[in-house]
């Protein structure tokens, strides 16, 4: 019974150090679909296909 606190309490130090962490830029709303989903280029790949 023990050793379920003592993870319980470990994941949560984990969580709250992970939230505190990302501060403001953690997006914690789940998928996004539509127009709210935000897709960024990836310059990488268009570059590559640029200079063939």
Excluded: Q, R, Y
């Excluded at 997006?27 to 063939?52: F, L």
Aim: no cysteine; proline share 4%.
């Amino acid at each position: 019974m023990w050793k379920i606190a003592v993870g319980f309490v470990l994941f949560a130090a984990l969580a709250l150090f992970i939230i505190i962490k990302g501060g403001d830029k953690v997006d914690m709303t789940g998928e996004k679909h539509g127009a709210d989903a935000v897709h960024a280029p990836e310059p990488a790949a268009s570059a590559a296909s640029a200079a063939k």
